[in-house]
């Protein structure tokens, strides 16, 4: 039995404030629905576009994986760790809260905006000790299959985050059907597709739709046309 729902990008809340627009699937901020308040574990996933040579002040974060996927140019990030690195758009960045991290992000253009994905997602404990992360990934290992971006066990392929969850990106071209098998039964699937059209089951999905899946062991995904998608699966 499938048991999922449904989230169409035209029914994510959106924000204006000229240097930042986003778009968010859960509440969050001024946003408050209590239809959207969080996938399990999954707090947020914001789609943010920030203007050339803007920022976002620095301010505190505590118990949350924060996990920053740059869509287009590069982000400047700094912490209170000690970290000062650019994340350009074939990395990824994962920063571990824990007990408390203070830190900023800033456009690293002065000329072109930059488009992300920042994720949050609940510790696995309360107070851990804060921690910062940041791996390459080549696009073209994931074209028609899944390349890892994050998940709990250290090594070098991958960044870290403290919590059983794990996040998936696919280049899917239109010829090819690609599957997704859980590496924990338990957990549940929060797909969106970031660009293209593709169909889950009976489901066709849009640039920027999303479904979340609760039971199934496995996910059958069928291209309509090349597409870049995006698989988050956490603990419930």
Do not use: C
């Not at 971006?149 to 794990?166: G, T």
Request: glycine residues 2%.
């Amino acid at each position: 039995m499938n048991t999922y729902t449904l989230f169409p990008s035209h029914e994510r809340w959106t924000s204006d404030l000229w240097w930042l627009k986003s778009n968010f699937s859960f509440s969050f901020a001024d946003y408050y629905n209590p239809l959207r308040m969080w996938f399990w574990t999954l707090r947020v996933i914001n789609d943010d576009w920030v203007a050339a040579w803007e920022w976002f002040w620095k301010h505190p974060h505590k118990n949350m994986e924060i996990i920053t996927i740059p869509l287009s140019w590069a982000l400047k990030h700094q912490d209170s760790m000690g970290n000062y690195e650019e994340l350009p758009v074939w990395e990824v960045q994962s920063m571990s809260a824990g007990s408390w991290v203070l830190h900023s992000e800033m456009n690293a253009s002065d000329v072109h905006p930059v488009e992300h994905f920042q994720i949050w997602i609940l510790t696995r404990k309360d107070n851990i000790a804060p921690q910062y992360s940041q791996k390459s990934f080549s696009p073209e290992k994931r074209i028609n299959t899944w390349q890892l971006l994050a998940w709990p066990d250290s090594d070098w392929e991958n960044v870290l985050i403290n919590q059983d969850a794990y996040i998936s990106r696919a280049i899917l071209e239109s010829w090819k059907t690609l599957n997704y098998r859980k590496y924990n039964s338990s957990n549940g699937v929060y797909l969106m597709n970031i660009d293209g059209s593709i169909q889950v089951w009976e489901n066709i999905l849009e640039k920027r739709d999303a479904i979340w899946i609760l039971w199934n062991e496995e996910i059958i995904i069928s291209p309509e046309i090349d597409s870049d998608i995006l698989l988050l699966e956490v603990p419930m």
